[in-house]
């Protein structure tokens, strides 16, 4: 007779999820076919999710590269799963947050190994023979492989490794780059290599040995040397351009090893995913939809229930995702009662059992697989399942079994049959987490290591409570772990906490940055919190860096809530409105506004508390900025005007001299031009004196935003000009950048295509070196304007799609909008008008779903005008109204000038002219008000024609005095145009024609198609 519950096995096959697997089968032929798929396998704890995906990669396996990564509930380190996946396929480097790696040299070659162009920097820090060394291998790597294939690769890469140094081979056709790097290697060195082949193919298509040909494209290579991109060092110290270069690093690796063979990415109980990993996931499903990638992820619907905290990030990001038809969900249910029966018969090999035994299990277990095989265990080890003569017997009825009614004491029932020893070592691992090594729980129980492995050995085995991976355990279910863990006493819990914290002090200097985020949990647990205030200051940061903001506000709040234990701590008020400031950034850089200004303000309260003038005037600035991004200008302006009162007070001339132009921005968004002038005049005043470079340019960029609202587009071309210089002198990459881009939409307003074009391209060699994506975007929807204006549609719209994908590819939906925006006003010039409101209706969607209040009122009103094109008056009036209301409740002065000139003319075209009459009104004082010249053009413009409706000379005489040669073509058409209409004389017919045939010429746009034909009939 043989009862052990090793020799049984719990992992039996797949029963009852047919219909599951052929779903999820379905999907994997789609994704070797090329169609990328995101899965989500949802169901309670036990119920086979994993088992289920399992089943998947055992099919798979050999045709497959799979990645798989856990999400564990105590695991507070940003990207942990993805950590854990890429480092056990050895793909580390893709996640890697080390600087970009330094390019020692670089070589172009063709297929038999000459060398057609080099470049290569200073070698002082590399032995002359290896180098040689390496370089010889390079020769030697290209020539075999070639020979190998017979030249028919078209595109391959190879890496070759000597100590700190590597060799990268990318081959397309018939020639190869190789780079010899310094450092992790990097997939957007990897991409930047293939897009300088595949150009430099193009050139050396025919090459036959000429000097000419090679030294044209040196240049070409010589850029992996002389660009600062990979000089081995971040070019900028930028948390959010590092996030987004990691994550382009994580996709870029993702697809070039999915094109080889197809891959699964695993992601196991999302529900306890980091809000980074969630950030990453939704990253990777967005942008691999058209590659060989099946991404899965399993999460436990009772665990991401709303509560207290709002929505549970992965009920977020599943709503995201599906509004953006990326999610595919698989429930998993229980097991009816004939799969229970094929499960108990697979585990105990086919054995004939009583029904009734069957059904009390059934009902027992209520279908769910992991509670049946914990039963069976039971069963099997309190020897009520007993197997005699090779068959499996029951020796007394269910009944009279005390069979426990939840998993947890079954759990805890398995768990009391340990031996004292190995309790002792799952008690201790069970305070680590949910997985752990075994030099830690070596090191706080103090064992011999040999023996440590096999008592772990034996758990295993006998017992199945834990399993090992890669040099890790893991609790084979949460609830062993959490029986565990609360059968120990409080204060031994709390003892097993600080051994566990010193045990991994020993090692943290070894450059394992997860230790930090455990060394922060295991001090507090433990009660030292002084230590877990240092390790929780280092945590918070490391997330905030990181741009895992949701846990760097759990740090901060920890924190806020530490910081009264620590009788140590001095300016304990103080530390608390510095951590308040730090969790308010956080919240409004996510978005929640609300809860960042209950921050803010908090701080305030503490600060006036104090009496501290310069807290608390530095409280108001924080929330006076949050104000402003959220329209409340009213507050934004008090807020501000407080904070730089008591900045002169308190003679802190740099600070005030910052608070007016924070005074200056809030005067700006209003379209308060002459209000916002006052206090940057008084800055500039100041600035000078100050010497300070930083406030010029701080006050160079408010000028030139001052002047360009106002229409004087010379005047900010100039202050932005002063602002480059200084930045140049600087050497701020993102900053040029960004001035640039402002002078761009200068150069377009003043219709400089070429000037316009010129700097947006250079405004794109600077993203490509800092990795913006941001201002990538920025320059390439500049360059979309330029053609569009210029009536380039095709290239209008070209440029127009590549910032739309890389909007969505970045998850910035307010840029999505924006263009989407542009191209509906594109479709508009086309006349092709179901294209445009569908481009408008997608922005309007996005700008009310993001809260961008003047975005969406700008996308309203631009419907109406579309409407209003289309003949559809009711509509037009129905969204001029609604855009109008906006203008109004929130004191958008430019919109609201704009729209109600434009809702003037619709009631004109229905000849309602007194309505009419008074909304351009309006509209001119407002317009004069904040020097918006094309709108007071076009508002005067109809000041005429309903002055002609009761004295018609007096109309024309009125228009004809607006001609003037500072009018700009398309404004001296329209003004010919309506002085036609209203005097019939062909003189101003024929010069009207004239001019919108030119302009015609120049950009085909429907409107003027229709104005001319109407003139020529």
């Given at each position: 007779m043989?009862?052990?519950?090793?020799?049984?096995?719990f992992?039996?096959?797949?029963i009852?999820r047919?219909k599951?697997?052929?779903d999820?089968?379905?999907l994997?032929?789609e994704?070797?076919?090329?169609?990328?798929?995101?899965?989500?396998?949802?169901?309670?704890?036990?119920?086979?999710?994993?088992?289920?995906?399992?089943?998947?990669?055992?099919?798979?396996?050999?045709d497959?590269?799979?990645?798989k990564?856990?999400?564990?509930a105590?695991?507070?380190?940003?990207?942990?799963?993805?950590?854990?996946?890429?480092?056990?396929v050895?793909?580390?480097?893709l996640?890697?947050?080390?600087?970009?790696?330094?390019?020692?040299?670089?070589?172009?070659?063709?297929?038999?190994?000459?060398?057609?162009?080099?470049?290569?920097?200073d070698?002082?820090g590399?032995?002359?023979?290896?180098?040689?060394?390496?370089?010889?291998?390079?020769?030697?790597?290209?020539?075999?492989?070639?020979?190998?294939?017979?030249?028919?690769?078209?595109?391959?890469?190879?890496t070759?490794?000597y100590g700190?140094?590597?060799i990268?081979?990318?081959t397309?056709?018939?020639?190869?780059?190789?780079?010899?790097?310094?450092g992790?290697?990097?997939?957007?060195l990897?991409?930047d290599m293939?897009?300088v082949?595949?150009?430099?193919?193009k050139?050396?298509?025919?090459?036959?040995g000429?000097?000419?040909?090679?030294m044209?494209?040196?240049p070409?290579?010589?850029w992996?040397?002389d660009?600062?991109?990979?000089?081995?060092?971040h070019?900028v110290?930028?948390?959010?351009?590092?996030?987004?270069?990691?994550?382009?690093?994580v996709?870029?690796g993702?697809?070039r090893i999915?094109?080889?063979?197809?891959l699964i990415?695993?992601?196991?109980?999302?529900?306890w995913?980091?809000?980074?990993?969630?950030?990453?996931?939704?990253?990777i499903?967005?942008n691999?939809r058209n590659?060989?990638?099946?991404?899965?992820?399993?999460y436990r619907?009772?665990?991401v229930?709303?509560?207290?905290?709002?929505i549970?990030?992965?009920?977020?990001?599943?709503?995201?995702?599906?509004?953006?038809?990326?999610?595919?969900e698989?429930?998993?249910?229980?097991?009816?009662?004939?799969?229970i029966?094929t499960?108990?018969?697979?585990?105990?090999?086919?054995?004939?059992l009583?029904e009734?035994?069957?059904?009390?299990?059934?009902?027992?277990?209520?279908?769910?697989?992991?509670?049946?095989?914990e039963?069976i265990?039971?069963?099997?080890e309190?020897?009520?399942?007993?197997?005699?003569?090779?068959n499996?017997?029951?020796?007394?009825?269910?009944?009279?079994?005390?069979i426990?009614?939840k998993v947890?004491?079954?759990?805890?029932r398995?768990?009391?049959?340990?031996?004292?020893e190995h309790?002792?070592?799952?008690?201790?691992?069970s305070?680590v987490g949910?997985e752990f090594?075994?030099g830690?729980?070596?090191n706080?129980?103090?064992i011999?290591?040999?023996?440590?492995?096999?008592?772990?050995?034996?758990?295993?085995?006998?017992h199945n409570l834990?399993?090992?991976i890669?040099?890790?355990?893991?609790?084979?279910?949460?609830?062993?772990?959490?029986?565990?863990?609360?059968?120990i006493?409080?204060?031994?819990?709390?003892?097993?906490h600080k051994?566990i914290?010193?045990?991994?002090e020993?090692?943290k200097?070894?450059g394992?940055?997860d230790?930090?985020?455990?060394?922060?949990?295991?001090?507090?647990k433990?009660?030292?919190?002084?230590?877990?205030y240092?390790?929780?200051?280092q945590?918070?940061?490391?997330a905030?860096?990181s741009?895992?903001?949701?846990?760097?506000?759990e740090?901060?709040?920890?924190?806020l809530?530490?910081?009264?234990?620590?009788?140590?701590?001095?300016?304990?008020?103080?530390?608390?409105?510095?951590y308040?400031?730090?969790k308010?950034d956080?919240?409004?850089t996510?978005?929640?506004?609300?809860?960042?200004?209950d921050a803010?303000?908090?701080s305030?309260?503490i600060?006036?508390?104090l009496?501290?003038?310069?807290?608390?005037?530095?409280?108001?600035?924080k929330l006076?900025?949050?104000?402003?991004r959220?329209?409340?200008?009213d507050?934004s302006?008090?807020?501000c005007?407080?904070?730089?009162?008591?900045?002169?007070?308190?003679g802190?001339?740099?600070?005030y001299?910052?608070?007016?132009?924070?005074?200056?921005?809030?005067?700006?968004?209003?379209?308060?031009?002459?209000?916002?002038?006052?206090?940057l005049?008084e800055m500039?005043?100041?600035?000078?004196?100050?010497?300070d470079?930083?406030l010029?340019?701080?006050?160079?960029?408010?000028?030139?935003?001052?002047?360009?609202?106002r229409?004087?587009?010379d005047?900010?071309?100039?202050?932005?000009?002063?602002?480059l210089?200084?930045?140049e002198?600087?050497e701020?990459?993102?900053?040029?950048?960004y001035?640039?881009v402002?002078?761009a939409?200068?150069?377009v307003?003043?219709?400089?295509?070429d000037?316009?074009?010129?700097?947006?391209h250079?405004?794109l060699?600077?993203?490509?070196?800092t990795?913006?994506?941001?201002?990538?975007q920025?320059?390439?929807?500049?360059l979309?304007?330029?053609?569009?204006?210029?009536?380039d549609?095709?290239?209008?719209?070209e440029?127009?799609?590549?910032?739309?994908?890389l909007?969505?590819?970045?998850?910035?939906?307010?840029?999505?909008?924006?263009?989407?925006?542009n191209?509906?006003?594109?479709?508009?010039?086309?006349?092709?008008?179901e294209?445009a409101?569908?481009y408008?209706?997608?922005?309007?969607?996005i700008s009310?779903?993001v809260?961008?209040?003047k975005?969406?009122?700008?996308?309203?009103?631009?419907?109406?005008?579309?409407?209003?094109?289309?003949?559809?008056?009711?509509?037009a009036?129905e969204?001029y109204?609604?855009?109008?209301?906006?203008?109004?409740?929130?004191?958008?002065k430019?919109?609201?000038?704009?729209f109600l000139?434009d809702?003037?003319d619709?009631?004109?075209?229905?000849?309602?002219?007194?309505e009419a009459?008074k909304?351009?009104d309006e509209?001119?004082?407002?317009a004069e008000?904040?020097?918006?010249?094309e709108?007071?053009?076009l508002?005067?413009?109809?000041?005429?024609k309903?002055?002609?409706?009761?004295?018609?000379?007096?109309g024309?005489?009125?228009?004809?005095?607006?001609?003037?040669?500072?009018?700009?073509?398309?404004e001296k058409?329209?003004?010919?145009?309506?002085?036609?209409?209203?005097?019939?004389d062909d003189?101003y017919?024929k010069?009207?024609?004239?001019?919108y045939?030119?302009?015609?010429e120049?950009?085909?746009?429907k409107?003027?198609?229709d104005?001319?034909?109407?003139?020529?009939?």
């Open positions: 043989d009862d052990k519950i090793h020799e049984v096995s992992s039996p096959t797949l009852g047919e599951e697997f052929d999820l089968q379905s994997w032929e994704i070797k076919g090329g169609t990328g798929h995101t899965v989500f396998i949802s169901g309670e704890a036990g119920i086979g999710k994993t088992r289920l995906v399992n089943e998947l990669i055992q099919k798979a396996q050999e497959v590269t799979v990645i990564g856990w999400c564990l105590d695991a507070f380190e940003p990207l942990m799963p993805f950590n854990e996946g890429f480092r056990e050895g793909l580390s480097h996640i890697s947050e080390s600087p970009p790696p330094k390019v020692i040299s670089a070589y172009l070659m063709d297929d038999s190994g000459l060398m057609i162009t080099e470049a290569e920097r070698m002082s590399l032995d002359p023979d290896i180098f040689a060394s390496m370089l010889s291998a390079v020769g030697n790597f290209v020539t075999d492989s070639l020979s190998m294939m017979g030249n028919k690769q078209t595109g391959g890469l190879n070759l490794s700190k140094h590597s990268i081979i990318q397309d056709g018939n020639l190869s780059l190789a780079t010899i790097i310094e992790e290697s990097s997939e957007l990897i991409e293939k897009s082949l595949k150009e430099i193919g050139e050396l298509k025919d090459w036959d000429s000097e000419n040909a090679a044209e494209v040196a070409k290579i010589r992996f040397i660009s600062k991109k990979y000089s081995g060092v070019l110290d930028n948390p959010k351009i590092k996030q987004e270069n990691l994550f382009e690093n996709l870029l993702l697809r999915s094109s080889e063979k197809p990415i695993f992601l196991d109980d999302m529900h995913a980091d809000n980074s990993s969630l950030k990453l996931f939704h990253y499903s967005r691999t590659n060989k990638i099946l991404i899965l992820g399993t619907p009772e665990d229930i709303q509560s207290e905290e709002g549970h990030p992965l009920k977020t990001l599943m709503q995201n995702m599906s509004r953006e038809s990326l999610l595919h698989i429930p998993v249910g229980r097991l009816d009662s004939p799969a029966e499960l108990i018969k697979n585990i105990l090999e086919d054995v004939e009583k009734e035994f069957i059904n009390n299990i059934y009902t027992e277990s209520e279908g769910n697989p992991f509670f049946t095989l039963v265990k039971m069963l099997i309190e020897r009520h399942l007993k197997r005699v003569d090779g499996w017997e029951v020796n007394q009825n269910l009944e009279d079994i005390n426990p009614s947890y004491d079954i759990v805890s398995r768990v009391d049959r340990l031996i004292l309790r002792e070592l799952l008690e201790c691992a305070v949910e090594e075994s830690v729980i070596g706080i129980m103090d011999n290591r040999v023996s440590l492995l096999k008592n772990l050995n034996v758990i295993e085995r006998n834990i399993h090992a890669n040099l890790k355990y893991r609790f084979d279910h949460r609830k062993i772990r959490e029986v565990l863990y609360n059968g006493i409080e204060e031994l819990r709390e003892e097993f051994m914290a010193e045990a991994y020993s090692i200097d070894e394992r940055q230790l930090i985020f455990e060394l922060a949990k295991h001090w507090d433990g009660g030292v919190y002084d230590k877990a240092e390790y929780y200051e945590a918070a940061k490391i905030k860096d741009y895992a903001n949701k846990q760097a506000i740090f901060y709040n920890r924190l809530e530490i910081i009264p234990k620590l009788d140590t701590l001095e300016d304990t008020e103080k530390k608390t409105i510095h308040l400031h730090k308010g956080c919240l409004k996510i978005g929640e506004w609300e809860s960042a200004g803010y303000s908090k305030i309260d600060s006036e508390d009496g501290d003038k310069k807290l608390i005037a530095d409280c108001k600035v006076g900025n949050l104000r402003l959220e329209a409340r200008y507050e302006l008090k807020l005007k407080d904070s730089s009162s008591l900045y002169k007070e308190l802190d001339k740099n600070k001299c910052e608070s007016l132009g924070n005074i200056g921005s809030v005067y700006n968004s209003i379209s308060e031009y002459d209000k916002a002038m006052e206090f005049t500039q005043k100041i600035a000078i004196r100050l010497h470079s930083n010029m340019s701080q006050l160079y960029g408010n000028m030139g935003s001052t002047h360009y609202g229409g004087e587009l005047e900010s071309l100039e202050f932005y000009n002063k602002k210089k200084i930045e002198e600087e701020d990459l993102l900053e040029i950048g001035t640039r402002n002078m939409s200068i150069y307003r003043l219709q400089e295509y000037k316009c074009m010129d700097m947006c250079r405004v060699e600077i993203a490509k070196k990795g913006d994506k941001l201002m990538e920025n320059a390439l929807g500049k979309g304007i330029s053609y569009a204006e210029q009536g549609y095709s290239k209008g719209l440029y127009y799609t590549k910032k739309l994908n909007a969505e590819k970045m998850g910035d939906r307010r840029s999505a909008g924006y263009v989407a925006n191209i509906g006003e594109l479709y508009k010039e086309k006349g092709e008008y294209r409101l569908e408008f209706e997608k922005d309007m969607k009310k779903e809260g961008d209040k975005g969406y009122s700008i996308t309203v009103g631009n419907m109406g005008n579309l409407y209003k094109l289309m003949g559809e008056y009711e509509k009036e969204l109204d609604e855009t109008i209301a906006i203008g109004r409740e929130h004191d958008i430019d919109v609201l000038s704009y000139s809702k003037a619709l009631c004109f075209k229905q000849n309602l002219i007194q009459k909304l351009n509209a001119i004082a407002l008000r904040i020097n918006m010249s709108t007071l053009f508002a005067h413009l109809l000041e005429a309903l002055i002609s409706e009761t004295d018609k000379n007096r024309i005489d009125i228009l004809d005095g607006m001609l003037d040669d500072e009018l700009t073509d398309p058409a329209k003004l010919l145009y309506e002085l036609y209409q209203m005097s019939g003189k017919k010069d009207a024609l004239e001019f045939t030119k302009l015609y120049k950009n085909p746009s409107h003027y198609q104005i001319i034909e109407e003139m020529e009939d």
